[in-house]
């Protein structure tokens, strides 16, 4: 597998001189499997994605995979270049966790007056999945194998998803915006385990949590966690690299690689993930 980050903020997209090591684009992961396309959400980091495929050349088949709708995560999908091209193919994927449908969610986002171009507008081929816990998806990989995706359910407002990629023998989990809990999640203990790599929702550090650094006071209930709790999941669940998440918008470059450096000072095999970013498992 092979993973490129393409959007590695959360909240909103934060362009400008103090994000631009690591980015300014909001959560988009892109995991290829044999000959398969996994994207995992599909906030701004969509729309470079999309580019890069058009330029690529070829039908473009995806399976695109959302962990929630806030906006963060669904606003780059309205400016993602292969949803517009007949001929594609995209599989969508998300939860009912929400008083609307994936299909109703994003479509909504596309409505007048917020977007002059509406989601039936575009050429592709597009069908939508409702994601159920313990039903695991399995996609041809063209390799003679499957990708299998399983899910568990995280810990943030209007609910999330957790993903997991097995393929062989190795192993992906996507677990953002998932808040932490005073002990390990057992849900997220038991789909991390043993996994290759485990991209985790860092928005925060340990003070900016508490309320004793940042802005807005205490971050209790608004489903992010820290470096720390990354840490201690890993621990729990024999992960062998950590890949902190869904920065803050405030956090700039310095203070991005202030987080990893203190993780890795816990954790050796840790790092902060930035736009660009290209992991071979």
């Known amino acids: 597998m092979r993973i490129t980050f393409w959007g590695v903020r959360g909240s909103i997209p934060s362009p400008g001189p103090d994000t631009v090591e690591f980015g300014g684009n909001t959560s988009?992961?892109?995991v290829r499997v044999g000959q398969a396309l996994l994207v995992f959400d599909g906030g701004t980091?969509?729309?470079?994605?999309g580019k890069q495929l058009?330029?690529?050349?070829?039908?473009?088949?995806?399976h695109i995979f959302f962990s929630h709708v806030h906006w963060d995560h669904i606003q780059g999908f309205p400016f993602f270049d292969p949803a517009f091209v007949p001929g594609n193919v995209i599989q969508l994927y998300g939860g009912t966790t929400v008083s609307r449908t994936l299909e109703e969610t994003l479509?909504?986002?596309?409505d007048h007056p917020s977007f002059p171009v509406h989601l039936t507008d575009m050429g592709a081929t597009m069908t939508f999945h409702d994601?159920?816990?313990?039903?695991?998806v399995e996609i041809d990989t063209g390799d003679g194998k499957t990708a299998k995706v399983t899910t568990a359910r995280g810990n943030h407002p209007n609910g999330v998803w957790i993903y997991r990629v097995d393929h062989g023998d190795r192993a992906v989990v996507y677990a953002t915006d998932t808040e932490h809990y005073a002990e390990v999640?057992?849900?997220?203990?038991r789909i991390s385990e043993g996994a290759d790599v485990l991209v985790y929702d860092s928005q925060y550090t340990p003070e900016e949590y508490a309320g004793t650094a940042g802005t807005g006071g205490p971050k209790r209930g608004w489903g992010h966690s820290t470096f720390e709790e990354g840490i201690k999941l890993a621990r729990a669940a024999s992960v062998r690299d950590l890949v902190l998440f869904h920065h803050d918008p405030i956090q700039s470059d310095a203070q991005?690689?202030?987080?990893e450096r203190r993780a890795r000072s816990i954790f050796e095999r840790s790092r902060a993930a930035f736009e660009g970013l290209v992991l071979d498992v």
Do not use: F, I, S
Not at 107 to 110: E, N, V
């Open 131 to 136: 994601v159920v816990e313990d039903r695991p």
């Open 28 to 30: 988009c992961v892109e």
């Open 45 to 49: 980091g969509l729309r470079v994605l």
């Open 256 to 259: 991005v690689r202030e987080k």
């Open 54 to 62: 058009v330029k690529a050349g070829g039908p473009v088949r995806a």
């Open 185 to 189: 999640d057992p849900r997220l203990a």
């Open 107 to 110: 479509a909504g986002q596309m």
